[in-house]
């Protein structure tokens, strides 16, 4: 077979007419899908002016939902880091029985409805749920309470840190820790000095995805969160009530600032592949 028969069955090499209508499809999928929807909750926002969509965001509710999805976000990442580091370093730099069973059990919120997720804390924390009585008993309240919340976030973002680095340290191997190990390091030290530099941009990177979709959670929050107004209530659900009741420059007003800090998260991302994509790049390939 010669040379221009291959390259005339490489998809790669298509007439150019095949790759702008692939481009222009793609263009117009997204256009319809994603930017449309995003310029139409600017507009709605901005359709009284900007004193409008300024008294929307502080409105009182709205500020403690701000609060509430911040704090949320401070209490779920970080237990999400600690958790995607320490699954991380266990499948991919050691041999133990069922690690297969482990990344399947990470891969689970993937896979089940944050709904669900959700009515599993309430059954298991509820008032009538298995530890209700006792809870009861001590006063400690977590369904339709800030736990509730933070629990149910963190059900349904902790794959997010552990699978950016679980295909990375697997990659890596293990040679640099035995190295440092053989010359002395703690296990600590290696960790710190070696593992840790090794995955910090995928780390990153997990971590941008992980708080992004916890800002933005509404399925299991919903359940377990008793949409309490000025308490329980994140930003999200601060949307859905606002919207359910007919005042839609607010409702609109408050998805805009979650739109905008969905962007600011993009932005990021893709800086951070655009500075560093070369130097993960050598890092994954090491």
């Known amino acids: 077979m010669t040379d221009r028969a291959t390259r005339r069955r490489s998809p790669i090499t298509e007439r150019p007419l095949t790759k ?42 709205a500020l403690a939902a701000v609060r509430l999805t911040l704090l949320v976000c401070a209490i779920a990442v970080p237990a999400n880091i ?27 919120p993937f896979s089940v409805s944050p709904v669900i997720s959700g009515l599993v804390y309430v059954l298991l924390f509820g008032a009538q749920g298995f530890f209700g009585d006792w ?4 006063h400690v309240q977590i369904i339709f309470a800030v736990p509730g ?20 340290m697997q990659a890596q191997g293990t040679d640099d820790e035995e190295a440092a190990l053989s010359l002395g390091a703690s296990g600590l030290r290696t960790f710190w000095s070696v593992t840790l530099p090794n995955v910090k941009w995928a780390l990153l990177y997990g ?4 708080n992004a ?12 969160s008793g949409h309490i107004r000025g308490l329980t209530n994140t930003m999200p659900l601060h949307v859905e009530i606002l919207y359910n ?14 739109a905008l800090l969905a962007l600011v998260t993009l932005v ?8 560093y994509g070369r130097e993960l790049a050598a890092t994954s390939g090491h």
């Open 20 to 61: 702008w209508v692939l481009i222009a499809a793609a263009i117009a999928y997204l256009a319809a899908f994603l930017l449309l929807p995003l310029v139409a909750v600017f507009v709605e926002a901005l359709r009284h002016g900007l004193s409008a969509y300024a008294s929307a965001l502080v409105e009182p509710d």
């Open 82 to 108: 600690v958790f995607g580091l320490a699954a991380s370093w266990a499948i991919a730099k050691f041999e133990f029985p069922a690690k297969s069973f482990l990344i399947t059990l990470i891969d689970l």
């Open 135 to 138: 809870l009861s008993a001590h």
């Open 149 to 168: 919340i933070v629990l149910a976030t963190i059900f349904v973002t902790f794959p997010f840190v552990a699978r950016q680095l679980i295909p990375l």
């Open 207 to 210: 971590v941008l995805l992980c």
């Open 213 to 224: 979709r916890a800002m933005g959670e509404f399925g299991a929050v919903s359940v377990v």
């Open 245 to 258: 009741e007919y005042n839609f420059v607010a409702a609109f007003a408050v998805a805009s600032l979650l």
């Open 268 to 275: 990021v991302k893709s800086l951070l592949e655009w500075r």
